[in-house]
């Protein structure tokens, strides 16, 4: 887009931005606070959401929304070097903040638009996202289809110059405030299921689009479920081309995972983690000799979680091509350590995390994290996804027999109805 | 498509990378697996020209000061030494280069002129030296009439019959010492122990030794004290390295057999249940990898994370190389049970490193003082 940015272009841009920062941007309490963890993100009232909107108004009316984003389309088009030089302008303010759905629309949604939509479709709806008018959510997993993410069978029929859409959507973030729905839907039943999908933009208020929250097991109710009823659509709506939505698929998902970077927790840094300090000084104390063990055990996997972050990134640099593949370790570790660490914490906590007085009692904490632990082994590929990757891609084993990539996929759905295991 | 086994890091330096490709050659050259079987079946290792060998490409100067003779190939003397470590142990190499290096540093650190010549001595290679973490506790040097005794047993030392020289942990009314016991000293008998790991050999110590001025490696007290865990924690580290390397040709091995053997009509690597064991083992590798590359660059450079990290890394090995082992058997199937394949010198190997220099526990425990855990 533009070449790289000069030191003294910086410095510049740079100023600028602090003196509009400062001007503008109320600090953050507290700032440098932890991250939130996705099953802690709080609930959006309309109220806050007003505010937010406002605050991204005014961020795109000052030229720092979309600063790499192309200028045709409301964004700056100015060089990574300039938005880091502008995010640390602003480090230790209240940047907009439009919760989980908000995030998935800058940091998945739209950037996969810009790959792959048309230039009419993204004059249309990129300005208004940067104005903070078009929150989208993804539309993502069906009800049966989760990490087969191919084999969704929400579909779309062509009527005419319409879209009629049918189906269900799930574990979509935040949809409940969300202005639109990246959508994937099969068009196609007559090829094998990863040529016959496309990719729509479905406003949240159509007709026939139904969205409920889904109580989850932790108590709150971030993700949603769609069920979409004779939903009308039209050619405006496409994203990319019909039944080439896999393309646009796989850029999502290089999008999503780029989110998350090399995963496998936070870096190292001196000292035992603070909520297993908590819970030992409040439940357990420091002097049995299996308390302290666990801890150690908790300690070391934390350790060797962290530098695991840091060695991926090495060898993702050392070799940029595997870098997709790589992530899934950081994946995987998470899968499989998160309910290790979360059962150790238990076992500290003992009878404190079955029963407590008050919300903010460590046991409580400790059965919180049992219940969130599974989040990583599941959401976004299973561990099971994770380790076929390792496998194949990294490790260069052979591949499954496979019984869906070449069967049209109205058979497939048939065939594994009839499953008898004998193949050929 | 199967990638080259990744090293202990992605991208060495230019000098890295040239004394790794010259030591991987000397290795394969002189003490290739087959050496290592013929030595497990009792045949005798050249342990002079091995010694001069790995001396000559600078292995056992790493740690060592440049006035002792010492030099690495990066700032990150302690990661060099680490790396050497993990292709030894891909090529279960013999000879005690943990607990070498561990002596290296420690007399390179107190830099006594009364030590120089025995430094130089292991710093050329002219002989081994060793010690070990004895979790039976310290030997006891203890006065008498005019002089000082060494009274005690080291159990389990790797290598000991190769040793000239051993470094022994002893207590004393002072506090805790550091004794340099010559093995065909008078009063030190090195007694040969039959063991799990046929890849090396295995002795222990009896001590009743007597003990000169110029054999105690630093005075009784505080220091030594500090001295002693920074050595414990070099040898654990560089174990943990070896076995870094082992446990990542083990899996090398078990990808490579799965890819091969047909079962069912198929490569049995193709079968999900071989397929996702063979994943989880290549990330408990990667974990230790990652863990014991941080651990010798923290610790090497001082850093305040470096004994937390050096510890950490010894117990997730101990833990979790043993269970990459086992990964490894059950892919290989029967195959593994026979004494021509390498699988059970891996897993003999894997199982005696994780004892080696500070247990799992032992280091766990040591990790939560390292941390700051109240007591």
């Given at each position: 887009m533009t070449n790289s940015p000069g030191p003294d272009e910086l410095d510049a841009y740079r100023a600028e931005a602090r003196a509009w920062v400062e001007e503008n941007l109320e600090r953050r309490?507290?700032?440098?606070?932890r991250s939130r963890k996705p099953w802690e993100l709080e609930e959006q009232t309309t109220e806050e959401l007003a505010v937010q909107r406002g605050l991204q108004r005014r961020l795109h009316e000052a030229g720092y929304a979309g600063i790499t984003w192309p200028v045709e389309y409301?964004?700056?088009?100015?060089s990574p070097a300039h938005e880091r030089a502008f995010l640390a302008a602003a480090s230790g303010h209240q940047l907009p903040d439009l919760g989980i759905a908000g995030g998935a629309t800058f940091g998945v949604c739209a950037p996969t638009m810009l790959a792959h939509a048309s230039p009419e479709f993204l004059r249309r709806h990129i300005p208004r996202v940067l104005a903070g008018e078009l929150i989208v959510s993804q539309f993502f997993s069906d009800p049966d289809a989760g990490s087969d993410l191919a084999g969704v069978r929400t579909q779309a029929v062509r009527d005419g110059d319409r879209w009629i859409l049918n189906g269900s959507k799930i574990w979509s973030s935040g949809a409940y405030y969300a202005d639109a729905g990246m959508c994937l839907a099969r068009t196609n039943w007559d090829v094998p299921k990863h040529r016959g999908l496309t990719w729509f933009l479905v406003p949240t208020d159509a007709a026939g689009l139904t969205i409920e929250r889904i109580r989850q097991i932790n108590g709150d109710a971030e993700f949603c479920q769609e069920f979409l009823d004779d939903v009308e659509l039209t050619d405006d709506d496409v994203i990319g081309e019909v039944d080439g939505g896999w393309s646009v698929t796989q850029t999502m998902l290089l999008y999503e995972r780029g989110a998350g970077s090399a995963g496998g927790g936070a870096s190292a840094r001196v000292g035992l983690r603070s909520d297993v300090v908590e819970l030992v000084d409040a439940v357990a104390g420091w002097h049995d000799p299996g308390v302290r063990d666990l801890v150690a055990r908790v300690h070391v996997d934390d350790l060797a979680r962290a530098t695991l972050g840091r060695r991926l990134l090495a060898r993702m640099a050392a070799d940029p091509a595997t870098a997709g593949n790589l992530a899934s370790y950081g994946k995987l570790a998470s899968g499989v350590y998160d309910p290790i660490r979360a059962n150790r914490l238990m076992e500290i906590a003992g009878a404190a995390a079955v029963a407590w007085r008050g919300p903010d009692e460590p046991g409580a904490a400790a059965a919180l994290g049992l219940l969130n632990s599974r989040f990583m082994a599941i959401a976004g590929g299973t561990s099971q996804m994770q380790r076929n990757t390792i496998g194949e891609r990294v490790l260069g084993l052979p591949r499954e027999p496979s019984?869906?990539?070449?069967?049209?996929f109205r058979e497939v759905v048939r065939n594994a109805r009839d499953w008898s295991g004998s193949v050929g | 498509m199967s990638a080259p086994r990744p090293a202990l890091v992605p991208s060495p330096s230019e000098e890295q990378a040239m004394l790794l490709d010259a030591s991987v050659r000397f290795m394969d050259d002189l003490v290739p697996l087959s050496a290592v079987r013929a030595r497990a079946d009792g045949a005798d290792l050249d342990d002079e020209a091995y010694r001069r060998g790995a001396a000559g490409l600078g292995w056992f100067g790493l740690l060592a000061a440049e006035a002792h003779g010492g030099g690495s190939a990066s700032v990150d003397a302690l990661l060099d030494a680490a790396l050497i470590a993990a292709e030894r142990g891909a090529r279960l190499q013999p000879g005690p280069y943990p607990g070498h290096s561990g002596v290296v540093r420690t007399l390179s650190a107190v830099a006594d002129p009364a030590h120089d010549a025995v430094l130089a001595e292991l710093v050329q290679g002219e002989c081994w030296a060793s010690f070990a973490v004895d979790e039976a506790g310290p030997c006891e040097l203890r006065r008498d009439g005019r002089g000082l005794r060494l009274v005690g047993e080291v159990g389990r030392v790797a290598e000991a019959d190769l040793c000239r020289y051993v470094l022994v942990a002893a207590d004393s009314e002072d506090g805790p010492a550091q004794v340099l016991v010559r093995t065909d000293a008078p009063g030190t008998e090195v007694r040969t122990l039959e063991g799990l790991d046929v890849t090396r050999r295995w002795g222990q110590l009896v001590l009743d030794v007597e003990v000169g001025p110029g054999d105690l490696v630093a005075p009784p007290g505080a220091a030594t004290q500090a001295l002693l865990a920074d050595q414990e924690r070099v040898g654990a580290l560089l174990t943990a390295a070896e076995a870094v390397g082992a446990m990542a040709s083990d899996l090398d091995q078990a990808v490579a057999y799965a890819k091969d053997r047909i079962a069912f009509g198929r490569p049995i690597g193709s079968f999900q249940a071989v397929k996702h064991l063979l994943a989880d083992a290549s990330l408990a590798v990667e974990m230790a990898t990652g863990l014991v590359a941080a651990a010798a660059v923290a610790l090497g450079g001082g850093a305040p994370d470096g004994a937390e990290l050096a510890h950490a890394a010894k117990a997730f090995v101990a833990e979790r190389s043993v269970g990459v082992a086992h990964d490894c058997f059950q892919v290989f199937g029967g195959i593994g049970y026979t004494w021509e394949h390498d699988q059970h010198l891996h897993l003999r190997r894997l199982f005696a490193d994780a004892e080696c220099f500070g247990s799992a526990g032992w280091h766990r425990d040591r990790l939560l003082d390292a941390a700051g855990a109240p007591r």
């Amino acid at each position: 887009m533009t070449n790289s940015p000069g030191p003294d272009e910086l410095d510049a841009y740079r100023a600028e931005a602090r003196a509009w920062v400062e001007e503008n941007l109320e600090r953050r309490a507290d700032a440098g606070a932890r991250s939130r963890k996705p099953w802690e993100l709080e609930e959006q009232t309309t109220e806050e959401l007003a505010v937010q909107r406002g605050l991204q108004r005014r961020l795109h009316e000052a030229g720092y929304a979309g600063i790499t984003w192309p200028v045709e389309y409301g964004g700056r088009g100015l060089s990574p070097a300039h938005e880091r030089a502008f995010l640390a302008a602003a480090s230790g303010h209240q940047l907009p903040d439009l919760g989980i759905a908000g995030g998935a629309t800058f940091g998945v949604c739209a950037p996969t638009m810009l790959a792959h939509a048309s230039p009419e479709f993204l004059r249309r709806h990129i300005p208004r996202v940067l104005a903070g008018e078009l929150i989208v959510s993804q539309f993502f997993s069906d009800p049966d289809a989760g990490s087969d993410l191919a084999g969704v069978r929400t579909q779309a029929v062509r009527d005419g110059d319409r879209w009629i859409l049918n189906g269900s959507k799930i574990w979509s973030s935040g949809a409940y405030y969300a202005d639109a729905g990246m959508c994937l839907a099969r068009t196609n039943w007559d090829v094998p299921k990863h040529r016959g999908l496309t990719w729509f933009l479905v406003p949240t208020d159509a007709a026939g689009l139904t969205i409920e929250r889904i109580r989850q097991i932790n108590g709150d109710a971030e993700f949603c479920q769609e069920f979409l009823d004779d939903v009308e659509l039209t050619d405006d709506d496409v994203i990319g081309e019909v039944d080439g939505g896999w393309s646009v698929t796989q850029t999502m998902l290089l999008y999503e995972r780029g989110a998350g970077s090399a995963g496998g927790g936070a870096s190292a840094r001196v000292g035992l983690r603070s909520d297993v300090v908590e819970l030992v000084d409040a439940v357990a104390g420091w002097h049995d000799p299996g308390v302290r063990d666990l801890v150690a055990r908790v300690h070391v996997d934390d350790l060797a979680r962290a530098t695991l972050g840091r060695r991926l990134l090495a060898r993702m640099a050392a070799d940029p091509a595997t870098a997709g593949n790589l992530a899934s370790y950081g994946k995987l570790a998470s899968g499989v350590y998160d309910p290790i660490r979360a059962n150790r914490l238990m076992e500290i906590a003992g009878a404190a995390a079955v029963a407590w007085r008050g919300p903010d009692e460590p046991g409580a904490a400790a059965a919180l994290g049992l219940l969130n632990s599974r989040f990583m082994a599941i959401a976004g590929g299973t561990s099971q996804m994770q380790r076929n990757t390792i496998g194949e891609r990294v490790l260069g084993l052979p591949r499954e027999p496979s019984f869906d990539r070449r069967t049209p996929f109205r058979e497939v759905v048939r065939n594994a109805r009839d499953w008898s295991g004998s193949v050929g | 498509m199967s990638a080259p086994r990744p090293a202990l890091v992605p991208s060495p330096s230019e000098e890295q990378a040239m004394l790794l490709d010259a030591s991987v050659r000397f290795m394969d050259d002189l003490v290739p697996l087959s050496a290592v079987r013929a030595r497990a079946d009792g045949a005798d290792l050249d342990d002079e020209a091995y010694r001069r060998g790995a001396a000559g490409l600078g292995w056992f100067g790493l740690l060592a000061a440049e006035a002792h003779g010492g030099g690495s190939a990066s700032v990150d003397a302690l990661l060099d030494a680490a790396l050497i470590a993990a292709e030894r142990g891909a090529r279960l190499q013999p000879g005690p280069y943990p607990g070498h290096s561990g002596v290296v540093r420690t007399l390179s650190a107190v830099a006594d002129p009364a030590h120089d010549a025995v430094l130089a001595e292991l710093v050329q290679g002219e002989c081994w030296a060793s010690f070990a973490v004895d979790e039976a506790g310290p030997c006891e040097l203890r006065r008498d009439g005019r002089g000082l005794r060494l009274v005690g047993e080291v159990g389990r030392v790797a290598e000991a019959d190769l040793c000239r020289y051993v470094l022994v942990a002893a207590d004393s009314e002072d506090g805790p010492a550091q004794v340099l016991v010559r093995t065909d000293a008078p009063g030190t008998e090195v007694r040969t122990l039959e063991g799990l790991d046929v890849t090396r050999r295995w002795g222990q110590l009896v001590l009743d030794v007597e003990v000169g001025p110029g054999d105690l490696v630093a005075p009784p007290g505080a220091a030594t004290q500090a001295l002693l865990a920074d050595q414990e924690r070099v040898g654990a580290l560089l174990t943990a390295a070896e076995a870094v390397g082992a446990m990542a040709s083990d899996l090398d091995q078990a990808v490579a057999y799965a890819k091969d053997r047909i079962a069912f009509g198929r490569p049995i690597g193709s079968f999900q249940a071989v397929k996702h064991l063979l994943a989880d083992a290549s990330l408990a590798v990667e974990m230790a990898t990652g863990l014991v590359a941080a651990a010798a660059v923290a610790l090497g450079g001082g850093a305040p994370d470096g004994a937390e990290l050096a510890h950490a890394a010894k117990a997730f090995v101990a833990e979790r190389s043993v269970g990459v082992a086992h990964d490894c058997f059950q892919v290989f199937g029967g195959i593994g049970y026979t004494w021509e394949h390498d699988q059970h010198l891996h897993l003999r190997r894997l199982f005696a490193d994780a004892e080696c220099f500070g247990s799992a526990g032992w280091h766990r425990d040591r990790l939560l003082d390292a941390a700051g855990a109240p007591r």
